[in-house]
């Protein structure tokens, strides 16, 4: 058996900083985060897409890598302060063997509008 798949993904605080974690394939960017500590994901509803404490930026080079935000997370994102079109909630966006060097920018608040 293989060991698992370990990818370079950079966390990007809102003050330039940047945190490089190694991730498995198949976590999500939240998880990744999660395990590493990364200052700014909270996480708060851990994973289920029922908060936006996990936002994130993602340049639109990666769209195709990460794939399209799915309806109930385009939903959420509507809470989120500073959502733009790169916005991800980092939840939902899987790690997979093409994510090596993927770049993720916190944003400088994680609250919720609106909730």
């Not at 698992?4 to 991730?23: E, H």
């Not at 080079?61 to 079109?85: H, I, K, N, R, Y």
């Not at 790169?86 to 994680?110: F, K």
């Amino acid at each position: 058996m293989e060991p698992p798949l370990l990818l370079k993904i950079t966390y990007v605080q809102p003050d330039g900083t940047c945190r490089q974690v190694q991730a498995r394939a198949g976590v999500s960017l939240m998880e990744a985060a999660v395990r590493a500590n990364v200052e700014g994901i909270e996480a708060k509803c851990r994973g289920n897409c029922a908060c936006v404490t996990c936002h994130v930026y993602i340049d639109p080079q990666w769209s195709a890598v990460m794939g399209a935000p799915g309806a109930m997370e385009e939903s959420m994102l509507d809470f989120a302060e500073g959502a733009e079109t790169r916005s991800r909630l980092s939840c939902q966006v899987r790690i997979n063997s093409r994510c090596e060097g993927l770049i993720v920018i916190v944003p400088a608040e994680q609250r919720v509008i609106g909730l």
